[in-house]
């Protein structure tokens, strides 16, 4: 996986997300919401809304609506009942597309999504028609920018814990682990004292699709397009940049 980091991304896309400001809270809720409606409501056994609630909890989310969609998911507290769907497709060039989606109005959602693609040089597909493609793992980011996590100590604790793959990307570790032993790893590692810059169950491209400066160009703004929606919660593709 060398090569086709997935924390440049992050760290390429983290300015225009925090220009976007007005819907970080609406993310959060709806992050928190989906962790707590798959793993249940107490953070000490839900690896994933522990780190839901501390990434609110760093954008200054309050308490109250943290606690509120906990008990939303966990069936505590009348609401809006929120439906997962995932859309795929190919963007400009080939390129696949997976958007995952948490929303209580899946009409709209789908027309927002089916406008995104079309405005956008892409087209979607069936249910299946790229998913093939990608492998749904654990993954885990340590940021190391001042070099003060040795190596050799992390992979070592990492393989230890339970993760298949550790790789170097741009001053941070990444973290590879099956969807099974994702939690152990997290908790483990959080025992031994390292701060989880990101940490969450995704989907890996198993190869990378490169593409010319134009296209990518295209390619990203299609991202962009549906990023824009209050509902997608993650959009997945395949393509390496050339940056």
């Known amino acids: 996986m060398a090569g086709h980091s997935k924390w440049k991304n992050i760290q390429k896309r983290k300015n225009a997300q925090d220009a976007k400001k007005g819907k970080i809270f609406m993310r959060h809720a ?17 690896a994933a809304l522990r780190t839901a609630v ?10 109250d609506n943290i606690e509120r969609n906990i008990k939303k998911a966990t ?9 997962e769907i995932t859309y795929e497709g190919y963007g400009p060039g080939g390129v696949a597309v997976i958007v995952n989606v948490l929303t209580d109005n899946k009409n ?18 069936e249910n ?4 093939f493609m990608f492998d749904r793992k654990g993954y885990i980011v340590v940021e190391n920018a001042d070099g003060s996590i040795d190596e050799d100590t992390i992979t070592l604790d990492a393989l230890e814990a339970g993760a298949e793959d550790v790789s170097v990307e741009d ?11 994702y939690q152990d ?9 390292y701060k989880l810059a990101d940490a969450e169950v995704t989907l890996i491209p198993q190869n990378f699709n490169s593409l010319s400066s134009e296209d990518e160009e295209k390619m ?24």
């Open 54 to 63: 501390d990434k609110a909890k760093a954008d200054n989310m309050p308490n």
């Open 185 to 193: 790893v997290v908790s483990y590692l959080e025992e031994q004292s």
């Open 75 to 83: 069936g505590t507290l009348d609401g809006a009942t929120y439906e």
């Open 220 to 243: 990203m703004k299609l991202v962009d397009a549906l990023e824009e929606s209050e509902d997608v919660q993650d959009v997945h593709h395949n393509l390496e940049s050339n940056e």
């Open 30 to 46: 709806k992050d928190i919401y989906l962790a707590a409606k798959s793993g249940g409501g107490d953070m000490d056994t839900n």
């Open 171 to 181: 001053g941070a570790y990444e973290i590879f682990t099956s969807p099974e032993d």
């Open 108 to 125: 709209r959602t789908a027309a927002e999504i089916r406008h995104a693609f079309k405005k956008n040089g892409g087209n979607l597909g």
């Open 128 to 131: 299946g028609s790229v998913s």
